[in-house]
Nanobody, 118 residues
């Protein structure tokens, strides 16, 4: 069983920063990628950033230059540094893990709320 534990969400004023963490534990297998998605009320879940095991990162256009994804392979942990936050960044942020253990597997965290006020 795999668990993803997210932390770091909260309330911040526009222009501020937050750092999200997601730690994976359990029988994970071989990790191929970890990433962050977000879902605002009334919207579909969307990709924020993803990083592969090799360190290659991709970002949504809306967060490029403001957010940075990184990972600690030894700790099976992925981070999302969010700077210059805007009210439109308000959403529940979910961690996603893609791995291979006999078959490809996808796991989601429980989500952490990020609220950016004016």
């Amino acid at each position: 069983q795999v668990q993803l534990v997210e932390s770091g969400g909260g309330l911040v004023q526009a222009g501020g920063s937050l750092r999200l963490s997601c730690a994976a534990s359990g029988t994970i297998g071989s990790i191929s990628a970890m990433g962050w998605y977000r879902q605002a009320p009334g919207n579909q879940r969307e990709l924020v950033a993803v990083i592969t095991i090799g360190g290659s990162a991709n970002y949504a256009d809306s967060v490029k230059g403001r957010f940075t994804i990184s990972r600690d392979n030894a700790k099976n942990t992925v981070y999302l540094q969010m700077n210059s936050l805007k009210p439109e960044d308000t959403a529940v942020y979910y961690c996603k893990l893609e791995s291979f253990l006999l078959v490809r597997r996808t796991y989601w965290g429980q989500g952490t709320q990020v609220t950016v006020s004016l």
